[in-house]
């Protein structure tokens, strides 16, 4: 039987929130959030004009509750040429805080993307 290895936590300083649950490090890694979705900010990715809106609203507030901040990461996967990791802010999970503000929803691997476009 083989042990599973822990990824390693490391740390970063965020340069930059490109939405919200996007951002990217000084290091210029970009990372997605785990485990999370929130709203799309381009037109050609949304499905209605209130994702849009709700995407915008996710994106200024993770830039609040982010930018310029230094996070710890355990890095879990990649998806389209990002790092995808656990993230936490002054051991926080922000995953959890993100759900808690309501800008973000529980995305499991495997299920079906978040709906933005009802309630």
């Not at 930018?67 to 936490?88: C, F, H, I, P, Q």
């Amino acid at each position: 039987m083989k042990a599973s290895i822990a990824a390693p936590v490391e740390s970063g300083r965020v340069v930059r929130v490109t939405d919200g649950d996007t951002f990217r490090l000084e290091s210029g890694e970009r990372v997605r959030i785990a485990g999370i979705d929130a709203a799309e900010t381009q037109p050609g990715n949304a499905k209605c004009a209130i994702e849009l809106v709700r995407g915008k609203a996710a994106t200024e507030r993770t830039i609040a509750l982010l930018d310029n901040r230094m996070l710890t990461l355990e890095r879990v996967g990649r998806s389209y040429k990002r790092t995808v990791a656990r993230v936490r802010l002054d051991g926080r999970d922000v995953a959890t805080m993100l759900v808690e503000m309501g800008i973000a929803r529980w995305w499991p691997r495997g299920h079906s993307k978040p709906d933005w476009c009802g309630r």
